[in-house]
């Protein structure tokens, strides 16, 4: 059995899904591990352009299995919804061919309302949360008040373990944000419209892994946001709620035991960042504008403008050994083409020192970027399949962030296309 897995290595969306939609053909088994919906990958391959939220970016391949792992946050309306979505774009979604861990917890009718009355009562201290109800689910997760995939199957056991725990939540909504409590009825609902209908795909997936392994499959494991967003190595507390990292990818899928062969880590040409939270190498203005509408960068769940700014080598070498990447993916390359210069951040200020080293977050706001200018090609790349076709200029971009971050360069993306890629 071989194994791999794909992640972020800055804030997310560093196009992760595209990579993952490329390589997983390889492989027999596709699964996201952590995090919920509150992320989007978007993938564009032949059945068309795809937003995808909790669906593994695997569905795509006939031939691979879909698996939602323990570890991540399953809504199980969105989900239902999103099945819905890709089923009528044409993809097949069966209990042979996808599934979901019945151990994984699910994301309650309250979460989502928890997290927008906790941002309305934050105001303009907000996390700048997705509204999907994650960090109220990873608490309550914790804290073990949430139920499992798995007891869907018993329904009279399923209300008599959540109705404590909705009366419980309830004291929150209303006595702290004097807000509407959840009735049983609506639970009632909530149970017939989405959580039956995950019943066909729910199974315990630690045997599935368990032959996986007998049977020699290779598995593919899809992560979700980047390091930086990481809950314990990430920009706290502007981080997600989960870990993004790779070294979670075995517990979060149901193969706790396992050593990963493979680390891809997936990083863009230059940086970006949704939400909240300190962002060295911002670029504000026209500046910004200029390359926002380049890149697109417009939120796949939100579409909220995307922060925008230099590569940030600081940052990104950091990224780079927390997942322990073994080899990277250099995304939207093509976007760069129309700068006549280049800056890319390789140190930081802060206070009176210049340093290399990712700061502790408290000290992050306070650091200021210290860039260089490499030069630009000018010149659309979009087309380029091989390293030595792509301009002078645009290799020694690659060979140079390269060097700075301490790893190979395996990938090149240059488009959103499938093919629309460079390997090294
Ligand atoms: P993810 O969450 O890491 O999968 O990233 P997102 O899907 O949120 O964001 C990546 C965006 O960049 C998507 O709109 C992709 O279609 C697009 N994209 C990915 N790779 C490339 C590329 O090489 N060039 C261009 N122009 N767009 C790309």
């Known amino acids: ?132 109800g994650i960090a109220p689910f990873y608490s309550d997760k914790y804290q073990k008040k949430t139920v499992l995939a798995g007891e869907i199957l018993d329904e009279k056991a399923f209300f008599e373990h959540l109705i404590p725990i909705m009366e419980w939540k309830n004291l929150t909504l209303e006595k702290v944000y004097g807000a509407e409590p959840t009735t049983v009825e609506q639970l009632k609902q909530w149970y017939n419209d989405y959580c039956l209908k995950l019943l066909p795909y729910i199974g315990d997936l630690e045997y599935f892994f368990d032959n996986a392994k007998d049977f020699d499959k290779d598995v593919l494991f899809e992560a979700q946001l980047g390091a930086l967003r990481d809950i314990d190595f990430g920009i706290h507390p502007y981080t997600t709620s989960s870990s993004t990292i790779a070294a979670y990818a075995p517990i979060g899928a149901g193969l706790p035991s396992l050593k990963l062969d493979k680390i891809i880590g997936v990083v863009k040409a230059y940086s970006t960042c949704v939400g909240e939270g300190p962002f060295t190498s911002e670029w504000f203005g026209e500046e910004a504008e200029k390359l926002r509408e380049a890149g ?71 650091a200021q970027p210290i860039t260089e200018n490499l030069p630009g090609w000018k010149t659309d790349i979009s087309g380029v399949r091989r390293f030595e076709d792509l301009p002078k200029e645009a290799q020694d971009y690659v060979l140079y962030i390269e060097k700075q971050i301490g790893c190979f360069i395996k990938y090149i993306s240059v488009g959103p296309e499938r093919e629309s890629i460079i390997i090294r």
């Open 1 to 132: 059995m071989s194994n791999c897995a794909i992640v972020g290595i800055n804030w997310g969306d560093e196009g992760k899904g595209r990579m993952v939609d490329l390589i997983c053909a390889d492989y027999d088994v596709v699964v996201r591990y952590q995090g919920g919906g509150n992320a989007g990958h978007t993938v564009i391959n032949e059945y068309g352009k795809f937003a995808l939220h909790l669906l593994p970016s695997g569905i795509f391949h006939k031939d691979v299995v879909s698996v939602i792992g323990n570890g991540v946050a399953v809504d199980p309306e969105n989900l239902i919804k999103e099945i819905e979505y890709v089923r009528e774009k044409g993809i097949k979604l069966t209990p042979d061919n996808f599934k979901v861990s019945s151990r994984a917890s699910l994301l309650l009718p309250w979460h989502k309302e928890l997290d927008c009355l906790e941002e309305q009562r934050l105001a303009d201290k907000k996390y700048g949360s997705t509204k999907q």
């Open 296 to 366: 697109g960068e417009f939120g796949a769940k939100t579409g909220r403008p995307r922060r925008v700014g230099a590569f940030d080598v600081v940052a990104t070498r950091y990224g780079v050994r927390m997942q322990g990447a073994t080899e990277i993916a250099l995304t939207k390359m093509d976007v760069l083409s129309y700068m006549d210069e280049i800056p890319v951040c390789t140190k930081y200020k802060v206070g009176d020192r210049i340093t290399e080293k990712f700061p502790f977050p408290s000290l992050l706001p306070q």
